[in-house]
């Protein structure tokens, strides 16, 4: 064994030993070269001073060097740990190679990033702001490592840790093999990631974390103790997003990663961009859930939230697993495309701006908002539809309720219902002409447009009760027995039940009304309805008035003609009077077709008379 009492050496020092190397006083020397063949070299006096150095140990003996100004490492073959300390930056000029390395300064950044190191683990240390780099040609494990400034890892395969890493900012890259760092004792307050192929990325952070860029080959996992956000863009063929305390806004425009799981806690929002088609595999967030991005926007897993936010400037949305729950919902979609919803309980659009259809399915849907959409499908599982915001336009809708469950829908526009299957009572109002596709099924309908006709003529509608108001003209076909509730038209009114037709309240129009009892279902000219077997066919009769009045009942039209065509026409004023006329200054003739009787029944009381004729009274 060698040791060194003192050196002053003003060129090279070479110093070989066939056992260990040691001093005891400081070395001088412009450089130093090491070779220990049998025994550990240990040059650790505070006091040594080399600029470059080169060590050699064998088996697995270790080397531990210390130089108080900046050290350049020319080459170092280490069996065992190599330890490099300095009171100034240390750097290297050849490859290192160790079983492992510890390496640390008190002042000056630490540079080991030679293509041929090879080291299996390392610990690093830095003060105040200084940065440290290490590039690994393989495998690397962080010890610990506490970096005042930016820690660079770098490695030819996997890099992962056995003890936390506190730095300042993290940069680490592979070009074969995954990153794991995932000790819950990290703390770096921002970090970049790169992996090649199909590598995954695991990061955690035990406080706010900021990705300043990503580019992961497979799965990027990101999680910690506070917020997580970015400042460049993140590429990933997954992202995989946890926090338990602190929001989740990764937004960068530039975002690229096929497959998203995100979850916060307690009230933590989330905001997600991706540039391209994005799918969530699942979602659990505490707060609200923004999800934008470039092109279409789906999932495979349950979505939770406390509301969702979604839009796309590229592509269709659709969000319909049946495990999904969000009180509120906003989303926006461009160009033709749709937005599929589905919510596992009850659900209010908050706004909707859908260049295609909106398809919403929740326990019951209500709104805060306006919805624009080319159409509108709603369906409602156990609750009601009401979707009456005065701003909404949609051209079209159908909607479903269950049970007994009503289903409320303004347009401020035309509005064409393409289907409605409803429990309850279907309540209808537009700013414009309101008309149908395919059937309607109700126990009530409730019609109302401000501006144009109504017009609903399937023969297989089915409501058992309804009331009309328009400024219009209005159709109404029942393919079932139909009471009207009451009707204020401002044109002609027409009215076909294939059965039993009940007038409970007055029923008003200005230009003729047509009222059909028995019809066959498919004629529709007028003239037509009132001869052969048109009309009166399953014993359909009309009743004015009866036993279920709600009052006095009039039917009839102010101009024009007011027609009843069926088997038995009875006005009975039980519950006041029954009129068939306009019940006013009128003028239009009134023709009955009755293939049974016609009944006319006055009241007990005064003024509970039955009438043909338009006015009052006569």
Known sequence: SLTIASANVGGALALTSEGAIGQTGAIHAASLNATATGGDIALSNTGNAFAAAALSTSGSDDATLYDSSALTIAS?????????????????????????????????????????NSFATATVSTAGSDDASLTDASALTVASANVGGTLTLSGGGAIGQTGAIHAHALDVSTTSGAITLTDSGNNFSSATLSTGGSDNASLYDGADLTV???????????????AIGQSGAIHAAALNVTTTHGAINLANSGNSFAVATLATAGTDDATLYDAAALTISSANIGGDLSLSGGSSIGQSGAIHAKSLTVSSTGGAIVLADAGNTFDTLAVTTSGTNGATFADAANLTVASANVGGTLKVTANAIGQSGAIHAGALNATATSGAINLTNSGNSFANAALTTSGNNNAS?????????????????????????????????????????????????????????????????????????????????????????RHDLTFVSSVQAKTGLLAVAGWDGTTVDPAAL?????????????????????????????????????????????????????????????????????????????????????????
């Not at 393409?418 to 059937?439: E, R």
């Open 212 to 226: 300043a860029g990503a580019t992961v080959g497979g799965t990027l996992n990101l999680s910690g103790g506070g």
């Open 530 to 618: 009132v001869a052969g077997t048109a009309y009166a066919n399953n014993g359909g009769s009309i009743v004015v008035g009866g036993a279920n009045a709600q009052g006095d009942v009039a039917v009839g039209s102010q101009s024009g003609t007011t027609t009843l065509a069926a088997n038995n026409v009875t006005l009975s004023a039980t519950n006041g009077y029954a009129q068939l006329g306009y019940h006013g200054a009128g003028t239009s003739a009134i023709s009955v077709y009755a293939k049974g009787d016609l009944t006319l029944s006055g009241g007990a009381q005064a003024g509970r008379f039955a009438q043909i004729g338009n006015g009052g009274y006569q």
């Open 409 to 497: 829908l303004y347009d401020a526009s035309a509005l064409v219902i393409d289907d409605a299957d409803v429990g309850g009572t279907l309540t209808v109002s537009a700013g414009g002409a309101i008309s149908q596709i395919d059937a309607i099924h109700a126990n009530t309908l409730n019609v109302t447009t401000t501006s144009g006709q109504i017009s609903l003529t399937s023969a297989n509608n089915a409501f058992n009760s309804a009331n009309l108001s328009t400024p219009g003209s209005a159709w109404l076909y029942d393919g079932s027995s139909l009471t009207l509730t009451g009707a204020n038209v401002g044109g002609s009114l027409t009215v076909l039940s």
């Open 76 to 116: 170092a073959n280490v069996g065992g740990t190599l330890t490099l300390l300095g009171g100034s930056s240390i750097g290297q000029s050849g490859a290192i190679h160790a079983a492992a390395l510890n390496v640390g300064t008190t002042h000056g950044a630490i540079a080991l990033t030679n293509a041929g």
